[in-house]
C-alpha cells in the first residue's frame, strides 16, 4: 500500500504555526513511508476566500521545504485567481485539487445518499432553527437538530424547494474512534447530531467534503490535531453511510504556550510568512517544529538534526499525547545554532533581503558592494538571534549616523573634558596607523589606553560611541577597518566638536 496523506488549508486565512507542526509531521510521515503527499485546498467558504492566502500558503510551505507530491494545476489555479499561478500549479492523478472544482461530485455524493435512505433534505428556516436551539439551552439539552425534516408526516421535501441535505446519523449504540496515537475514544451516538452535507446554495459542508476527497485521492493516513476528535464520528458516521474505507486516524497532540495557555501571538508570528519576515531561518523552524510533540528514540538527547536525520529518525508512534508548549526562547536558540553554522558568503545572501528592507542595500544587490558586506558578516555572526537583528548591528556601517549625543561619548568615569582629550589621542593614532588593520589599531589602543593611565574599556568606550552612535557594536577593531580610515576620521571629528562645545 502507498501511504498518502494530505494538508487541506481553506484560503480564508493563514495556517498558524500549530497547524503547520500538523503539517510536517504528516510530511516527515510520508517521506519517511516514501509516499505521497498531496496539497488540497478547501474553499468551501466562499464568504472569506481569498485567493492570494492560496500562494501565501504555497509559498510558505516551499520556503520550510514541504514539497508536494500532487496539487492543483495550472487550469484550477488560473480559475480560482490565484497570481502567477504558473509559479505553483503541480497537478496529478486525483484532481482537481481545489474544493470548489469538485461541487458536481459532492451534490452526486448527497443525493445518492438520499435515494437509499440515508439522507434526507431539509427545509428548516434559520429562525426556526435558532428556536430550537434556544429552547434546548432553556431545557438544558445538548444544542442539535431536532430531526423535524426526518420524521415530518406530510412526507419529504420536494427536491426543487430550497433546502439543504443532512445525513441520517445513528440514534443509538456507541462510535469508536480508532486513534493510533489516543487509543480507542468511544461516543455514543445519541449526543450526534443529524450534520448538514449538502447547503442549500449546492456548496459542500466541510465534513462531507473532506470525506469524498479524502476517498477519492485516495487518503490512507488522516494525521491531525486531537481537538479534532470530537468530530471525528461524524465521519465514521458518513463513510458508514456511504460503505467506504475508514482511513487511519494519528490525532497529535496541540500546541500550546508554556503553562498550558492558547497558543498566543507574539507581534503577529503566527503564520509562516510572519516567522520568515521576522528572520527565522527554514531549517531552525523545521527542526524546531519537529521536536513540539515528538522525540527521538529513548536515551537520545539529539536535538538539532539536518533534514534527512528528521525523516530517518521521525516515527508517528513516538509523538506524545500531551500539548506541546511553543517556547521562543528555544526556537530563537535553535536559529542562532543554524546563523552560526552557516558559511559566510551564505549567510550573506539570506541577509541582504533584509538590509534592503531596511533601505541600507539597494535592490538588486550591486556585485561592488558585497566583497564589504562579506567582511560584515563574521563580526556579527555570533551575535544574531534572527536575521532582522542584522539591521541594528550593521547599519551604521552602511548608512551615515547622526552626530552622537555627549552621553555617547563619555568613557566610564570620565569627564567630557577627559573625553575630549582622550578621543583626541586616538584621532592621532588612527590618522597614521599603517596599515590600518585590526589587529594593529588594537594592540596601538591598547598601548595608548596605558600611555593615558585609563583603563583598555574607558578608551574604546569614546570611539566607539564617535563611529558607531551605539554603545553596543561589533567587535571595534574589525568596525574601523570596515569603515575605512577617512568615514572614522570624519565621524571622530564630529564627535570631537560635541565634546568640545560641551567642555
Known amino acids: 500500500m502507498t501511504v498518502r496523506v494530505r494538508f487541506a488549508p481553506s484560503p480564508t486565512g493563514e495556517p498558524h504555526i500549530g497547524n503547520i507542526r500538523t503539517v510536517v509531521f504528516n510530511w516527515l510521515f510520508v517521506r519517511k513511508m516514501e509516499g505521497k503527499f498531496i496539497l488540497r ?21 516551499r520556503w520550510l521545504g514541504l514539497d508536494w507530491d500532487e496539487g492543483p494545476g495550472l487550469e484550477e489555479l488560473t480559475r480560482s485567481g490565484v497570481p502567477d499561478p504558473e509559479k505553483y500549479a503541480v497537478g ?17 455524493v448527497a443525493e445518492d445518499l438520499v435515494r437509499r435512505g440515508m439522507a434526507y433534505r431539509c427545509d428548516c428556516s ?50 469508536v474512534v480508532h486513534d493510533l496515537i489516543k487509543g480507542d475514544v468511544v461516543f ?31 487518503i490512507t493516513h488522516v494525521v491531525r490535531g486531537d481537538d479534532w476528535i470530537p468530530s471525528t464520528p461524524k465521519r465514521i458516521a458518513l463513510y458508514n453511510a456511504l460503505g467506504w474505507e475508514i482511513p487511519q486516524y494519528f490525532h497529535v497532540p496541540l500546541v500550546t504556550m508554556p503553562g ?43 536535538e538539532v538534526f539536518s533534514r534527512a536525520e528528521l525523516i530517518e529518525e521521525f516515527d508517528l508512534g513516538r509523538v506524545s499525547r500531551s500539548p506541546a508548549a511553543f517556547s521562543y526562547d528555544k526556537l530563537d536558540w535553535f536559529n542562532g545554532v543554524y546563523i552560526r553554522s552557516l558559511p559566510a558568503d551564505e549567510l550573506r545572501e539570506r541577509l541582504i533581503p533584509f538590509w534592503q528592507d531596511a533601505g541600507l542595500v539597494p535592490d538588486p544587490c550591486p556585485d561592488d558592494l558585497k ?73 596601538g589602543m591598547r598601548d595608548l589606553a596605558a600611555e593615558l593611565r ?21 567587535p571595534l577593531f574589525g568596525t574601523l577597518v570596515i569603515l575605512g580610515r577617512e568615514a572614522v576620521l570624519t565621524r571622530i571629528d564630529a564627535a570631537l566638536r560635541v565634546l568640545r562645545d560641551a567642555s
Open 188 to 218: 455514543d451516538n445519541a449526543e450526534m447530531d443529524d450534520q448538514v452535507l449538502l447547503k442549500s446554495d449546492g456548496f459542500p459542508t466541510y465534513h462531507l467534503a473532506v470525506v469524498v476527497d479524502d476517498h477519492y485521492m485516495g
Open 371 to 443: 566583497p564589504k558586506l562579506s567582511k560584515i558578516v563574521p563580526l556579527i555572526q555570533e551575535r544574531l538571534k534572527v536575521l532582522t537583528d542584522v539591521v541594528e548591528w550593521t547599519d551604521f556601517l552602511l548608512k551615515d549616523i547622526d552626530t552622537p549625543s555627549v552621553e555617547d561619548l563619555l568613557g566610564k568615569k570620565m569627564t567630557a573634558a577627559e573625553s575630549l582629550y582622550a578621543l583626541e589621542q586616538a584621532r592621532g593614532f588612527l590618522e597614521k596607523a599603517d596599515p590600518f588593520e585590526a589587529e594593529l589599531l588594537e594592540q
Open 92 to 108: 496529478g492523478s486525483f484532481g482537481p485539487y481545489i474544493q470548489s472544482e469538485r461541487k458536481e461530485l459532492y451534490r452526486e
Open 126 to 175: 434559520p429562525e426556526r432553527l435558532e428556536e430550537v436551539r434556544r429552547l434546548q439551552r432553556e431545557n438544558k439539552q445538548p444544542v442539535m437538530y431536532d430531526r423535524h425534516c426526518r420524521e415530518r408526516a406530510d412526507g419529504d421535501v420536494p427536491a426543487s424547494e430550497p433546502h439543504v441535505i443532512r445525513l441520517k446519523a445513528p440514534f443509538s449504540g456507541e462510535t
Open 454 to 474: 585609563l583603563k583598555a574599556g574607558q578608551l574604546f568606550g569614546p570611539i566607539r560611541g564617535a563611529v558607531t552612535g551605539k554603545k553596543v557594536a561589533p
Open 41 to 61: 485546498i478547501e474553499d468551501t467558504d466562499r464568504a472569506r476566500y481569498r485567493p492570494e492566502t492560496i500562494a501565501a500558503i504555497m509559498d510558505g510551505l
Open 260 to 302: 498550558g495557555k492558547k497558543l498566543a501571538k507574539r507581534e503577529g508570528a503566527t503564520s509562516i510568512t510572519e516567522f520568515r519576515k521576522e528572520g527565522y531561518l527554514p531549517e531552525a523552524l523545521l527542526n524546531f517544529l519537529a521536536l513540539l510533540g515528538w522525540s527521538p528514540g529513548e536515551g537520545s538527547e539529539q
